[in-house]
């Protein structure tokens, strides 16, 4: 049974940081993939970004190009999201996801391809 676990987030100030973790068990991410998501109140869920875990490959949305950073650990089936120059409009829930297999540059923005879940925790960007 996979079991998805985030973690990391919290309060801070615009401009500053946070790096959330997102913990898979029972799922062998250098198989598949994982990708993170957000949504705001009153808002559709949107995709973050995603990684590989067999080959590294990488995607980002353009709101978050060049501020998050996300990378992975197969060793512990985990990927970080490192989230610099923080703005209020990140505010939201943040949520990952498992991928059975690895996604391509239009598949991996689409919630239906993913397969389980994580609760979400909670980002909150205000002075």
């Known amino acids: 049974q996979v079991q998805v676990v985030e973690s990391g987030g919290g309060s801070v100030q615009p401009g500053g940081s946070l790096r959330l973790s997102c913990a898979a068990s029972g799922f062998t991410l250098s198989g598949g993939a994982i990708g993170w998501f957000r949504q705001a109140p009153g808002k559709e869920r949107e995709a973050i970004s995603y990684?590989?875990?067999?080959?590294?490959?990488?995607y980002y949305s353009d709101f978050v190009w060049g501020r998050f950073s996300i990378s992975r650990d197969n060793t512990k089936n985990t990927v970080y999201l490192q989230m610099n120059s923080l703005k209020p409009e990140d505010t939201a829930v943040y949520y990952c996801a498992t991928a059975s297999w690895p996604l391509n540059v239009r598949t991996w923005l689409l919630p239906e391809r993913y397969d389980y879940w994580g609760q979400g925790t909670q980002v909150t960007v205000s002075s």
């Open positions: 990684i590989s875990g067999s080959d590294g490959q990488t």
